[in-house]
């Protein structure tokens, strides 16, 4: 499907998903929104790929969710809005194939919400990350207040929606905001080749990794126990355990086939 605000690009079985709107630094008008909504839909369905980097056209990764959109809407308009953005970003977070987001330049309110939404982030030393939202008078709608806690503690989150402030890379390391941080020219290659590094991996097992954390992180330690166990038995009925296990015997890399 050809889009407006993003590009979708894939070579080596890796999709590179850019949000393209470069003279508004990316900013997340519904359209965008809605774009990527489909671009997850076609990625998580289309054999050829085995995974995606999300990034940003020009300095900026997501500056934000459209604030001239934002600036007029009503009570309910709002609410649709937030629960439309959520749901994408649910859907990119639950995507069985690994996203990654390689964080080029801002990383605002919705820019930060959507590399939370993605598996892993990688920074440049050049990005920035915040939610500033408080700033404009209103709190994150795309999940910033709940999977920011969730990955650097409730302290930190608290202070970085209160105050609004912008991070820097160093400091989104720091407090485990992001995974690593690069130097700028070196993004997209550390970027590919972590991804090289998980596509080199049983599918099928890979798969079963996301959805044990992102389902099990909202279970109870003994459902969440109980949803590993069941995975780890699923994988025990596929040829692609059996290669793995057999490729380490004999001393070979795996050939995976995702069954
Ligand atoms: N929504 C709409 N437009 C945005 C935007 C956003 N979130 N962020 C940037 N833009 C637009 C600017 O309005 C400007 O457009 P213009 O050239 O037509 O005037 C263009 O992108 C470039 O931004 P500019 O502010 O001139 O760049 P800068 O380098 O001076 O500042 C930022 C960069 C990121 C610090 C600044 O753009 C900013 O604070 N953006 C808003 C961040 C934010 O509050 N995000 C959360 C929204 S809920």
């Known amino acids: 499907m050809p889009f407006k605000f993003l590009t979708l690009e894939v070579a080596d079985r890796v999709a590179t998903l850019t949000v393209n709107r470069p003279d508004k ?15 997850i839909d076609e990625i998580r369905v289309d054999d ?26 009503t009570p309910v308009l709002a609410k ?18 690994p996203v990654i987001a390689a964080v080029n330049g801002f990383a605002l309110g919705g820019g930060c919400e959507l590399a939370m939404a993605c598996h892993i982030r990688i920074a440049s030393d050049v990005a920035k990350f915040g939610q500033p939202e408080s ?6 709608g795309y999940g ?10 409730k302290g930190r989150a608290m202070q970085l929606l209160m105050t609004g402030e912008t991070i820097d890379a160093a400091e989104a390391y720091r407090i485990g905001l992001v995974n690593r941080v690069t130097p700028a020219a070196e993004l997209m290659n550390v970027a590919r080749e972590m991804m090289k590094t998980i596509l080199a991996n049983g599918p099928l097992a890979i798969a079963l990794c ?11 330690l ?36 995702g069954r």
């Not at 700033?135 to 994150?140: D, E």
């Not at 459902?223 to 490729?247: C, K, P, V």
């Open 144 to 153: 910033g207040s709940q999977r920011l806690p969730r990955l650097v503690g």
């Open 25 to 39: 630094l990316n900013a997340l008008n519904d359209a965008t929104i809605a774009e990527l909504g489909h671009a």
């Open 210 to 220: 996301i959805e044990a954390i992102e389902r099990g992180l909202e279970m109870s």
């Open 135 to 140: 700033k404009l008078g209103i709190l994150p």
């Open 48 to 73: 050829s790929i085995g995974g995606v980097i999300v990034t940003g056209a020009g300095r900026a990764f997501v500056a934000g969710a459209d604030i001239s959109e934002l600036s007029s809407q």
């Open 222 to 257: 003994d459902e969440g126990l109980i949803l590993e166990a069941n995975h780890f038995g699923l994988l025990a009925a596929t040829d692609d355990m059996r290669e793995g296990m057999s490729a380490f015997l004999e001393k070979r890399a795996p050939a995976f086939k």
């Open 80 to 97: 649709a809005r937030s629960r439309a953005g959520q749901d994408v970003f649910r859907r990119i977070e639950t995507c069985p194939k």
